[in-house]
Protein backbone atom coordinates (compact mmCIF):
# COMPACT_ATOMS: atom_id res chain seq x y z
CA UNK A 1 0.00 0.00 0.00
CA UNK A 2 1.49 3.50 -0.82
CA UNK A 3 0.04 6.47 0.49
CA UNK A 4 -1.57 9.20 -2.09
CA UNK A 5 -1.82 13.06 -1.70
CA UNK A 6 -4.89 14.12 -3.99
CA UNK A 7 -5.55 18.19 -3.84
CA UNK A 8 -8.77 19.76 -4.95
CA UNK A 9 -10.49 22.91 -4.67
CA UNK A 10 -13.65 22.92 -2.84
CA UNK A 11 -15.78 25.72 -0.55
CA UNK A 12 -13.62 28.38 -1.62
CA UNK A 13 -10.56 26.54 -0.62
CA UNK A 14 -7.57 24.91 -1.19
CA UNK A 15 -8.43 21.06 0.22
CA UNK A 16 -6.43 17.83 0.08
CA UNK A 17 -7.38 14.10 0.67
CA UNK A 18 -4.58 11.56 1.68
CA UNK A 19 -5.04 8.04 1.47
CA UNK A 20 -3.45 4.59 1.21
CA UNK A 21 -4.00 2.38 -1.77
CA UNK A 22 -2.64 -0.18 -4.07
CA UNK A 23 -1.72 2.39 -6.60
CA UNK A 24 -2.78 5.75 -7.99
CA UNK A 25 -5.64 4.91 -10.25
CA UNK A 26 -7.60 3.25 -7.64
CA UNK A 27 -6.28 6.23 -4.98
CA UNK A 28 -7.65 8.97 -7.84
CA UNK A 29 -11.09 6.66 -8.07
CA UNK A 30 -11.82 6.84 -4.63
CA UNK A 31 -10.95 10.55 -3.61
CA UNK A 32 -13.12 11.34 -6.36
CA UNK A 33 -15.93 9.68 -4.67
CA UNK A 34 -15.28 11.86 -1.87
CA UNK A 35 -14.70 15.02 -3.37
CA UNK A 36 -17.73 13.95 -5.35
CA UNK A 37 -19.59 13.83 -1.88
CA UNK A 38 -18.21 17.69 -1.05
CA UNK A 39 -19.48 18.73 -3.86
CA UNK A 40 -22.90 17.69 -2.97
CA UNK A 41 -22.61 19.25 0.17
CA UNK A 42 -21.37 22.49 -1.09
CA UNK A 43 -24.00 22.60 -3.93
CA UNK A 44 -26.80 22.04 -1.68
CA UNK A 45 -26.03 23.89 1.19
CA UNK A 46 -24.16 27.40 0.18
CA UNK A 47 -25.35 30.37 1.37
CA UNK A 48 -24.46 32.08 -2.46
CA UNK A 49 -26.48 29.71 -4.90
CA UNK A 50 -30.06 30.67 -4.84
CA UNK A 51 -30.64 26.91 -6.12
CA UNK A 52 -29.05 25.77 -2.70
CA UNK A 53 -31.84 24.74 0.28
CA UNK A 54 -30.76 27.42 1.94
CA UNK A 55 -30.75 30.37 -0.94
CA UNK A 56 -34.51 29.32 -0.89
CA UNK A 57 -34.90 29.48 2.77
CA UNK A 58 -33.40 32.79 3.34
CA UNK A 59 -35.11 33.81 -0.29
CA UNK A 60 -38.41 32.65 1.81
CA UNK A 61 -37.88 35.04 4.79
CA UNK A 62 -40.90 36.51 5.52
CA UNK A 63 -43.08 35.48 3.13
CA UNK A 64 -43.56 31.20 3.54
CA UNK A 65 -41.90 28.40 5.01
CA UNK A 66 -40.08 25.63 3.02
CA UNK A 67 -40.13 21.85 3.19
CA UNK A 68 -36.72 20.76 3.84
CA UNK A 69 -35.12 16.93 4.00
CA UNK A 70 -33.84 15.39 6.85
CA UNK A 71 -30.48 15.37 6.20
CA UNK A 72 -31.04 19.21 6.36
CA UNK A 73 -33.52 18.99 9.25
CA UNK A 74 -30.64 17.14 11.31
CA UNK A 75 -28.10 20.05 10.95
CA UNK A 76 -31.01 22.11 12.13
CA UNK A 77 -31.25 20.03 14.89
CA UNK A 78 -27.35 20.23 15.43
CA UNK A 79 -27.61 24.00 14.84
CA UNK A 80 -30.39 24.50 17.79
CA UNK A 81 -28.07 22.16 20.17
CA UNK A 82 -24.64 24.27 19.30
CA UNK A 83 -27.11 27.66 19.94
CA UNK A 84 -28.39 26.20 23.45
CA UNK A 85 -24.60 24.81 24.68
CA UNK A 86 -23.26 28.06 23.60
CA UNK A 87 -26.40 29.98 25.27
CA UNK A 88 -26.82 32.16 22.54
CA UNK A 89 -23.55 32.61 20.93
CA UNK A 90 -23.57 30.08 18.46
CA UNK A 91 -26.01 31.28 15.91
CA UNK A 92 -26.52 30.02 12.33
CA UNK A 93 -28.67 33.34 11.41
CA UNK A 94 -25.78 35.63 12.71
CA UNK A 95 -24.28 35.30 8.96
CA UNK A 96 -26.04 38.24 8.15
CA UNK A 97 -23.77 40.21 9.87
CA UNK A 98 -21.40 39.81 6.63
CA UNK A 99 -23.62 42.67 5.26
CA UNK A 100 -21.76 45.09 7.49
CA UNK A 101 -18.39 43.38 7.41
CA UNK A 102 -16.24 43.03 4.70
CA UNK A 103 -12.80 41.34 5.73
CA UNK A 104 -11.07 42.43 2.48
CA UNK A 105 -10.49 46.02 3.26
CA UNK A 106 -9.77 47.96 6.78
CA UNK A 107 -12.84 49.84 7.00
CA UNK A 108 -15.53 48.94 10.17
CA UNK A 109 -19.18 49.03 9.36
CA UNK A 110 -21.36 52.18 9.07
CA UNK A 111 -23.16 51.55 12.68
CA UNK A 112 -26.50 52.00 11.22
CA UNK A 113 -26.23 48.90 9.36
CA UNK A 114 -24.42 46.53 11.78
CA UNK A 115 -27.50 47.65 14.13
CA UNK A 116 -29.68 46.89 11.32
CA UNK A 117 -28.02 43.30 10.85
CA UNK A 118 -28.13 42.40 14.51
CA UNK A 119 -31.59 42.76 14.60
CA UNK A 120 -31.80 40.56 12.05
CA UNK A 121 -30.14 37.86 14.43
CA UNK A 122 -31.77 35.39 16.35
CA UNK A 123 -32.12 31.44 15.78
CA UNK A 124 -34.94 31.41 18.75
CA UNK A 125 -37.25 33.25 16.16
CA UNK A 126 -37.15 30.09 13.64
CA UNK A 127 -40.28 28.47 13.10
CA UNK A 128 -39.55 24.65 12.67
CA UNK A 129 -42.67 22.50 12.66
CA UNK A 130 -42.29 19.27 10.64
CA UNK A 131 -40.38 19.39 8.23
CA UNK A 132 -41.42 23.59 7.83
CA UNK A 133 -38.61 25.81 8.56
CA UNK A 134 -39.90 29.42 8.25
CA UNK A 135 -38.04 32.79 8.78
CA UNK A 136 -40.48 35.20 10.31
CA UNK A 137 -38.68 38.66 9.39
CA UNK A 138 -37.67 39.43 5.56
CA UNK A 139 -33.92 40.11 5.73
CA UNK A 140 -32.99 37.24 8.05
CA UNK A 141 -30.68 34.64 6.91
CA UNK A 142 -29.32 31.07 7.81
CA UNK A 143 -25.59 30.40 7.33
CA UNK A 144 -24.12 26.72 7.76
CA UNK A 145 -20.73 28.20 6.87
CA UNK A 146 -20.27 27.64 10.81
CA UNK A 147 -20.25 24.44 10.36
CA UNK A 148 -20.78 22.85 6.90
CA UNK A 149 -17.44 22.40 5.49
CA UNK A 150 -16.53 20.63 8.96
CA UNK A 151 -19.87 18.55 8.18
CA UNK A 152 -18.68 17.67 4.54
CA UNK A 153 -15.19 16.80 5.88
CA UNK A 154 -17.23 13.67 8.01
CA UNK A 155 -19.43 13.23 4.93
CA UNK A 156 -16.19 12.73 2.75
CA UNK A 157 -14.48 10.45 5.16
CA UNK A 158 -17.62 8.32 5.29
CA UNK A 159 -17.52 8.00 1.83
CA UNK A 160 -14.17 6.65 1.98
CA UNK A 161 -14.73 4.37 4.85
CA UNK A 162 -17.87 2.75 2.82
CA UNK A 163 -15.02 1.89 0.36
CA UNK A 164 -12.70 0.08 2.25
CA UNK A 165 -10.40 3.03 2.73
CA UNK A 166 -9.00 2.43 6.49
CA UNK A 167 -5.69 4.50 5.91
CA UNK A 168 -5.89 8.32 5.45
CA UNK A 169 -7.62 11.88 6.46
CA UNK A 170 -9.54 14.43 4.90
CA UNK A 171 -8.46 18.03 4.81
CA UNK A 172 -10.76 21.16 4.18
CA UNK A 173 -8.72 23.70 4.36
CA UNK A 174 -7.24 22.53 7.95
CA UNK A 175 -10.69 20.90 9.31
CA UNK A 176 -9.27 17.62 9.75
CA UNK A 177 -11.10 13.90 9.55
CA UNK A 178 -8.79 10.96 10.45
CA UNK A 179 -10.07 7.38 9.06
CA UNK A 180 -6.97 5.76 10.38
CA UNK A 181 -3.51 5.75 11.33
CA UNK A 182 -0.41 4.91 8.33
CA UNK A 183 -0.43 1.73 6.86
CA UNK A 184 2.40 0.88 9.57
CA UNK A 185 0.17 1.62 12.40
CA UNK A 186 1.75 5.47 13.15
CA UNK A 187 0.00 8.43 13.22
CA UNK A 188 -0.87 10.98 11.37
CA UNK A 189 1.34 14.59 12.29
CA UNK A 190 -0.97 17.18 11.75
CA UNK A 191 0.66 20.73 12.40
CA UNK A 192 -0.94 24.10 13.71
CA UNK A 193 -0.74 26.67 12.09
CA UNK A 194 1.07 29.74 14.17
CA UNK A 195 -1.73 32.35 14.00
CA UNK A 196 0.67 35.32 13.56
CA UNK A 197 3.19 33.12 11.26
CA UNK A 198 1.59 31.68 8.05
CA UNK A 199 4.83 29.64 7.83
CA UNK A 200 5.66 28.97 11.04
CA UNK A 201 3.67 25.50 13.27
CA UNK A 202 3.13 26.16 16.94
CA UNK A 203 2.52 22.43 17.31
CA UNK A 204 2.71 19.01 15.80
CA UNK A 205 0.12 16.33 16.45
CA UNK A 206 0.09 12.98 16.27
CA UNK A 207 -3.60 11.66 15.39
CA UNK A 208 -4.40 8.40 14.27
CA UNK A 209 -8.70 8.26 14.37
CA UNK A 210 -11.32 11.56 15.11
CA UNK A 211 -11.20 14.81 13.74
CA UNK A 212 -8.97 17.52 14.24
CA UNK A 213 -10.21 21.29 13.64
CA UNK A 214 -8.80 24.99 14.29
CA UNK A 215 -11.03 28.52 14.42
CA UNK A 216 -9.20 31.33 14.76
CA UNK A 217 -8.35 35.08 13.75
CA UNK A 218 -5.93 35.05 10.86
CA UNK A 219 -7.92 33.95 8.14
CA UNK A 220 -10.24 36.70 7.40
CA UNK A 221 -9.29 39.76 9.21
CA UNK A 222 -7.88 43.26 9.06
CA UNK A 223 -6.17 45.59 11.23
CA UNK A 224 -6.77 49.10 11.76
CA UNK A 225 -4.93 51.36 14.19
CA UNK A 226 -3.11 48.43 15.62
CA UNK A 227 -6.64 46.18 16.65
CA UNK A 228 -7.36 43.14 14.42
CA UNK A 229 -10.68 42.33 13.52
CA UNK A 230 -11.35 38.65 12.64
CA UNK A 231 -14.52 37.10 10.93
CA UNK A 232 -15.55 35.21 14.11
CA UNK A 233 -18.71 37.69 15.09
CA UNK A 234 -20.81 38.00 18.32
CA UNK A 235 -24.41 37.86 17.49
CA UNK A 236 -25.32 40.11 20.00
CA UNK A 237 -23.51 43.26 19.07
CA UNK A 238 -22.41 41.94 15.45
CA UNK A 239 -18.33 42.87 16.93
CA UNK A 240 -15.24 40.41 16.31
CA UNK A 241 -14.05 38.14 19.29
CA UNK A 242 -10.53 39.15 20.57
CA UNK A 243 -9.68 36.81 23.43
CA UNK A 244 -7.96 34.27 21.54
CA UNK A 245 -5.85 33.92 18.56
CA UNK A 246 -6.85 29.88 18.01
CA UNK A 247 -8.51 27.14 19.44
CA UNK A 248 -7.81 23.61 18.10
CA UNK A 249 -9.59 21.09 19.08
CA UNK A 250 -9.67 17.14 18.48
CA UNK A 251 -12.98 15.31 18.80
CA UNK A 252 -14.16 12.23 17.22
CA UNK A 253 -16.52 13.92 14.58
CA UNK A 254 -15.28 17.31 13.04
CA UNK A 255 -18.46 18.53 13.25
CA UNK A 256 -17.93 18.45 17.10
CA UNK A 257 -14.60 19.64 17.13
CA UNK A 258 -15.59 22.66 14.49
CA UNK A 259 -18.65 23.28 16.70
CA UNK A 260 -16.56 23.24 20.30
CA UNK A 261 -13.51 25.36 19.15
CA UNK A 262 -15.74 28.11 17.62
CA UNK A 263 -17.75 28.63 20.38
CA UNK A 264 -14.64 28.62 22.71
CA UNK A 265 -13.78 31.60 20.49
CA UNK A 266 -16.96 33.37 20.80
CA UNK A 267 -17.12 33.03 25.07
CA UNK A 268 -13.78 34.25 25.07
CA UNK A 269 -12.40 35.05 29.00
CA UNK A 270 -15.12 32.06 29.68
CA UNK A 271 -13.45 29.84 26.57
CA UNK A 272 -11.03 28.26 28.75
CA UNK A 273 -13.53 27.18 30.90
CA UNK A 274 -15.91 25.99 28.23
CA UNK A 275 -13.16 23.90 26.71
CA UNK A 276 -12.12 22.02 30.14
CA UNK A 277 -16.23 21.04 30.55
CA UNK A 278 -16.70 19.96 26.84
CA UNK A 279 -14.06 17.18 27.77
CA UNK A 280 -12.12 17.28 24.74
CA UNK A 281 -8.44 17.59 23.66
CA UNK A 282 -7.61 21.20 22.82
CA UNK A 283 -4.70 23.51 22.29
CA UNK A 284 -5.61 27.21 22.72
CA UNK A 285 -3.84 30.42 22.25
CA UNK A 286 -4.33 33.67 23.57
CA UNK A 287 -3.92 37.10 22.27
CA UNK A 288 -0.75 37.52 24.52
CA UNK A 289 0.57 34.06 22.51
CA UNK A 290 0.32 31.64 25.71
CA UNK A 291 -0.77 28.70 24.51
CA UNK A 292 -3.07 26.67 26.68
CA UNK A 293 -3.78 23.00 26.39
CA UNK A 294 -5.12 19.63 28.10
CA UNK A 295 -4.84 16.10 26.49
CA UNK A 296 -7.69 13.89 27.09
CA UNK A 297 -7.81 10.08 26.43
CA UNK A 298 -10.28 10.16 23.04
CA UNK A 299 -12.12 6.97 21.73
CA UNK A 300 -14.02 7.63 17.86
Known amino acids: MEIFRLPFAAMASQCEIVLAAPDLAQAQALAGAAMAEVAR ?27 CDDETLALLQFADELYQTSEGLFDITSGVLRQAWDFRQPRLPDPELLAACVQLIGWQRVERSGTQV ?21 RAADVLRQHGVAHGYVNLAGDFRILGPRPSGAPWQIGIQDPRQRDRLVASIPVTQGALTTSGDYERYFELDGQRYCHILDPRDGQPVRHWRSVTVLAPLAIVAGGVSTIAMLKQQEGLAYLADAGYSYLAIDQSGQPHQAVRHQTA
Open 41 to 67: IEHKYSRYRADSIVGRINQAAGVCAVA
Open 134 to 154: YLPQAGMQLDFGGYGKEYAAD
